[in-house]
């Protein structure tokens, strides 16, 4: 059964869409910790990020690497963190999270509650600068 995140890339759940290329797919966390935080995951379906091949991870990085200098010109934040968890969701994945302080990443706090506009917004904002 394919996982929740092979089913947005394919379009049968919406999403946020930021950018994607024939191997990544990223996308606004619907539970955010910040406005803008987004998860990028590869179209192959692979349950734990170290068991990608090393040039597939390599790529993955490169491309949430340019997601995340995307992110940094899209909303005021000090840096963009990186996150894997693993746990959550049966498809390797990264969190990039706008931060200004450390506990900005602490997943055990509220999630932001924002509007289908504001997310609209924020990833409308977020893909006209990923280059």
């Known amino acids: 059964m394919a996982s929740i995140f092979t089913k947005i890339i394919n379009g049968e759940i919406p999403s946020y869409k930021i950018a994607e290329d024939e191997n990544h797919y990223a996308f606004l966390d619907i539970n ?11 179209k ?11 040039s597939a991870l390599g790529k993955l990085m490169m491309f949430a690497k340019r997601v995340a200098k995307a ?10 963190g990186i996150v894997v968890i693993g746990l959550e969701v049966p498809h390797a994945h990264i969190h990039l999270i706008p931060l200004n302080s450390e506990s900005d990443v602490d997943f055990k706090k509220a999630k932001l509650q924002l ?17």
């Open 32 to 42: 955010p910790l910040a406005k803008a935080h987004t998860l990028v995951v590869p």
């Open 115 to 131: 509007s289908s506009e504001e997310f609209k917004q924020t990833a409308e904002n977020i893909s006209k600068n990923f280059v």
């Open 44 to 54: 192959k379906e692979t349950d734990y990020i170290f068991d990608i091949e090393d």
């Open 71 to 80: 992110i940094e010109k899209s909303v005021e934040c000090k840096r963009v």
